[in-house]
């Protein structure tokens, strides 16, 4: 298996949107074309299964 040592970003559509989805060691983020800010989820909280907690704290203090 190959070590993630370094990020690795890659285009995705989504509904008609382009999105930048970065990976690196941390976690991975997701962002719309063209933004800096957007949805970042580390590893740890995938593994321990506060994954969908951190993505709704996320997208509540990003509409405040």
Do not use: H
Not at 34 to 55: F, I, P, Q
């Amino acid at each position: 298996m190959t070590r993630l040592d370094k990020p690795i970003r890659r285009e995705v559509e989504i509904e008609g949107k382009l999105y930048t989805l970065a990976i690196d060691p941390q976690g991975l983020k997701l962002t719309e074309k063209g933004r800096r800010n957007g949805l970042n989820l580390n590893w740890s909280d995938l593994a321990s299964g506060d994954a969908a907690l951190a993505a709704a704290l996320q997208a509540s203090t990003a509409a405040s």
